[in-house]
């Protein structure tokens, strides 16, 4: 058998020398002459044990059969009776097995069958050369197969000829073999033979792949022949480029996208609205909404009009990056909105709230409304989010307030419910959240007893996130027994903990004070497997302030630092805070020193506490000194400031234009409160005639707290000794650290 195959294979190249050969020629006219062998011949013949024709053809199916069991022994073997028949066979007699090895395929048995036909003389047909073809291609016998297409086209030198062209331009397809088909169109070429919208068609497949997370690179030969394709077959290609780069949206494949859009341009395929839509939706995922913007100025420039899909992918895009004029202005270009443009809105609600832009809302809301958009869970979960309390974050609520937030919640519900939809969880948790803001806890508590009993499809988890929503509420308007209270119904629930649980039951014992019932819960909190973070050490701190042991609160900070944790800011102005209400001005001078060694930048709070301690206790020119100091390690922890930076720094804070702190307050508007605060600080303090030095190191106030924390003096503190702060209420704080 292996013997035969191999025989098969060799002699497959030289086939037509075979055919072309004067013995085939003689035995293929002897086939059709008047002298050859007739039924009524074959009848006489009885002596003779020999195959007839009318057994050769339902043999095929026997072959056939043979191949479908995995038998190729047996079916060579019927094959090879063919040979010992002497009447003469024709292509029919094979076609039936050249069929099924081109389906199968099997390449090795359609060259043991071609072989067979050489020996008989059988000429070759057009659906012989198609199995033939389709065998070998498919098979991976490509160079077989091109020496046989090469056959063909010396042979059959038409235009008919190019469908089979196109069998092995689909294999190669399948296999993104370029080098075989760039071979397959040379031949096409030589044998100046036509090409059909099949053939492009198949050329497209090659180029774009079948799998979209492999990049094809087109060779310049297939991308010209593309090229010169008529404007019906590129009109087809557009459309099938289109939906593959469409078909990268939900895949996000940005890489693939672009080099679709890129060999596009290379066939002279001019993009069109549909291409940009799916473009444009995919590099928003990929590459950001900066680059989305690039490619829909460079499509507006071309002359091309989005799709209102598009400029909804944008206006969601920029809702996102917190863009929101973007995102607006691109919403109101839409010219037809439809309810599936409702994703674009709820994206834009969710930018507002955390830009906290409630106007802004209800503009988009009166869109809506205006275009009949129907609102969806989601919008409403963001409406109360919105419109949940009426306080900007830096106030408190009053009674006021809290009328218009019942009036709000009570017309957003209602117009809910009459849009058939009930709350989620989410919903429950932003109203939970804003009538805990508002200090509502009456409402809350209610609210949080509705979700309980509503939503039975909420995890453990959800529910101790409500429950810990309202904990904190509670802990704030320092309702401590309900905390405690409520503490104890979710452990005996079993409700599951976490971290932020226990740091807001630690920071409640501040209110009792009883920092034994703190120390209870950091043990509660070790048994369940978490561990104390610079925010339970915060509260832990607050805790011991509440009695004013400042000894207590330093050793806190060193464990903390032992544990090997770095405190933040915040963790250091709880100190500073109690130390400026107790008038402590040498705890406070230890702590700025302990955080300018740990190389945290302060903050405004930081700023406020020192200033007001030193002008209380009449400290002026130290107070300013300090302000100067601080305003520029705010600016910079670093040794100095570039020079660049320190140019327009100076022209700001010296500037005697009237609008000089207007221009501070626009120019660093975008996210950099910090530094406008400190060049205000800045400013003030030269108005007040002290020298704006940008070596802070150098103050003889900052070599004074360096040089006391140096020689290792913790500061003792005894604080019946020193009396408390006179001038102002130190829980009057400025709008920065309001609620803190």
């Known amino acids: 058998m292996q013997r035969i195959l191999s025989r098969a294979a060799r002699r497959c190249t030289n086939s037509s020398a075979a055919f072309n050969s004067p013995h085939a020629q003689a035995n293929a006219a002897s086939v059709h002459s008047e002298d050859a062998p007739t039924c009524s011949n074959m009848i006489t013949e009885n002596d003779d044990f020999t195959w007839k024709t009318s057994f050769v053809r339902p043999m095929q199916s026997e072959v056939v059969n043979a191949l479908r069991r995995g038998d190729r022994q047996r079916a060579s073997l019927i094959l090879s009776n063919f040979h010992h028949t002497k009447e003469s066979l024709t292509k029919e007699d094979f076609s039936y097995i050249l069929e099924y090895c081109a389906e199968a395929p099997d390449p090795l048995f359609v060259m043991e069958t071609l072989e067979l036909m050489e020996e008989k003389a059988i000429g070759m047909s057009k659906s012989i050369y198609r199995y033939v073809i389709r065998a070998l291609s498919r098979g991976g016998y490509a160079k077989e197969a091109l020496h046989w297409l090469a056959l063909l086209g010396e042979k059959e030198n038409t235009h008919a000829t190019t469908p089979i062209f196109n069998i092995f331009l689909n294999a190669c397809g399948s296999r993104a073999n370029l080098k075989d088909a760039e071979n397959c169109l040379e031949i096409l070429e030589n044998l100046f033979l036509g090409k059909s919208e099949i053939t492009y068609c198949e050329l497209l497949k090659l180029c774009s792949g079948n799998n979209l997370s492999y990049k094809v690179v087109v060779d310049a030969s297939v991308a010209n022949t593309l090229k010169s394709a008529p404007s019906t077959v590129k009109q087809i290609l557009r459309w099938a480029f289109n939906d593959v780069l469409h078909a990268c949206v939900p895949f996000n494949n940005c890489q693939l996208a672009e080099h679709l859009f890129t060999e596009m341009q290379k066939l002279g395929l001019q993009p069109t609205s549909y291409t940009y839509d799916g473009f444009i939706k995919t590099v928003i995922a990929g590459k950001g909404i900066a680059y989305a913007s690039i490619v829909i100025n460079a499509m507006e420039r071309r002359g091309i009009e989005p799709y209102s899909d598009t400029l909804a992918a944008l206006s969601e895009g920029h809702s996102n990056s917190l863009q929101l004029d973007l995102a607006e202005e691109f919403l109101e270009r839409i010219s037809e909105i439809k309810p599936k443009h409702i994703g674009s809105f709820n994206a834009l609600l969710s930018g507002c709230a955390i830009m906290n832009e409630p106007e802004r809302a209800v503009r988009i809301l009166a869109k809506m409304k205006h275009v009949n958009m129907k609102p969806t869970l989601r919008t409403y979960e963001l409406l109360f989010s919105l419109f949940g309390n009426v306080n900007v974050p830096y106030e408190q609520g009053d009674v006021l307030s809290h009328v218009d937030v019942s009036k709000r919640i009570s017309i957003i519900e209602m117009d809910m419910f009459n849009n058939g939809i009930q709350h989620s969880f989410v919903s429950m948790k932003n109203l939970i959240r804003a009538f805990g803001a508002e200090g509502m806890i009456?409402?809350?508590?209610?609210?949080?007893?509705?979700?309980?009993?509503?939503?039975?499809?909420?995890?453990?988890?959800?529910?101790?996130?409500?429950?810990?929503?309202?904990?904190?509420?509670?802990?704030?308007?320092?309702?401590?027994?309900?905390?405690?209270?409520?503490?104890?119904?979710?452990?005996?629930?079993?409700?599951?903990?976490?971290?932020?649980?226990?740091?807001?039951?630690?920071?409640?014992?501040?209110?009792?004070?009883?920092?034994?019932?703190?120390?209870?819960?950091?043990?509660?909190?070790?048994?369940?497997?978490?561990?104390?973070?610079?925010?339970?050490?915060?509260?832990?701190?607050?805790?011991?302030?509440?009695?004013?042991?400042?000894?207590?609160?330093?050793?806190?900070?060193?464990?903390?630092?032992?544990?090997?944790?770095?405190?933040?800011?915040?963790?250091?102005?709880?100190?500073?805070?109690?130390?400026y209400a107790r008038g402590q001005i040498h705890v406070l001078e230890y702590i700025l020193e302990c955080i300018h060694r740990s190389k945290i930048q302060p903050d405004p709070s930081t700023l406020w506490y020192t200033f007001c301690a030193y002008e209380e206790h009449e400290l002026y020119n130290t107070a300013i000194e300090s302000l100067l100091v601080l305003s520029m390690r705010m600016i910079s922890e670093d040794a100095g400031i570039p020079s660049e930076k320190r140019i327009v720094f100076e022209d700001l804070i010296l500037s005697e234009e009237p609008d000089a702190e207007f221009r501070i307050i626009r120019a660093f508007q975008a996210g950099e409160e910090f530094l406008a605060t400190a060049l205000l600080n800045l400013r003030w303090c030269a108005t007040m005639g002290a020298t704006v030095s940008w070596s802070p190191e150098e103050s003889l106030w900052a070599m004074r707290l360096a040089a006391s924390y140096d020689a290792n003096k913790r500061p003792h503190i005894n604080p019946s000794d020193v009396p408390k702060s006179r001038g102002r209420n130190p829980l009057n704080r400025p709008y920065w650290e309001a609620n803190r």
């Not at 009993?453 to 959800?462: E, G, V």
């Open 442 to 579: 009456e409402e809350m508590l209610r609210y949080l007893n509705i979700a309980e009993n509503t939503l039975w499809n909420i995890n453990p988890y959800q529910k101790s996130y409500l429950y810990s929503t309202a904990l904190h509420a509670l802990v704030d308007v320092k309702e401590t027994h309900r905390a405690v209270k409520m503490f104890k119904i979710m452990r005996s629930c079993s409700l599951p903990t976490n971290i932020s649980i226990y740091n807001t039951m630690i920071e409640c014992c501040k209110w009792l004070p009883c920092f034994k019932s703190a120390s209870a819960l950091l043990s509660l909190m070790l048994r369940d497997g978490f561990n104390p973070t610079v925010v339970t050490f915060t509260s832990l701190l607050k805790v011991v302030l509440e009695n004013d042991n400042f000894e207590g609160a330093l050793d806190l900070l060193d464990i903390c630092k032992i544990e090997g944790l770095q405190p933040g800011i915040q963790t250091f102005n709880t100190v500073l805070l109690r130390a």
